[in-house]
Nanobody
Framework: QVQLVESGGGLVQPGGSLRLSCAAS????????MSWYRQAPGNERELVAQ????????NYADSVKGRFTISRDNAINTLYLQMNSLKPEDTAVYYC???????????WGQGTQVTVSS
């Protein structure tokens, strides 16, 4: 059974940091393009960061460049998002996604809430 489980969200003050994790099971993330999306209330889901399956440089939304870092640990089938210098506008539910260009298969996690507030 395919599953993506996010964790690490929470409440943090502006300027603070959080690290999100996404543990995958039922498929091997090293063969998938892995991404983080977020959705704030009243907004569409937007791509935050993406990392290719085989090498290549990650891509970031302009709004998070220089503050967020996406990474993957293929040995433990887990995706990460390190978020630094957090701003109130980063408040959203964060989702991880796996996508295969070969099969068009895509998998989503259930999301984890990140709230940036003083």
């Amino acid at each position: 059974q395919v599953q993506l489980v996010e964790s690490g969200g929470g409440l943090v003050q502006p300027g603070g940091s959080l690290r999100l994790s996404c543990a995958a099971s039922g498929f091997t993330i090293s063969f998938y393009t892995m991404s983080w999306y977020r959705q704030a209330p009243g907004n569409e889901r937007e791509l935050v960061a993406q990392i290719p399956s085989r090498g290549g440089n990650p891509n970031y939304a302009d709004s998070v460049k220089g503050r967020f870092t996406i990474s993957r640990d293929n040995a433990i089938n887990t995706l990460y998002l390190q978020m630094n210098s957090l701003k109130p506008e980063d408040t959203a539910v964060y989702y991880c996604k796996g996508f295969s260009w070969l099969s068009n298969a895509q998998y989503w996690g259930q999301g984890t809430q990140v709230t940036v507030s003083s």
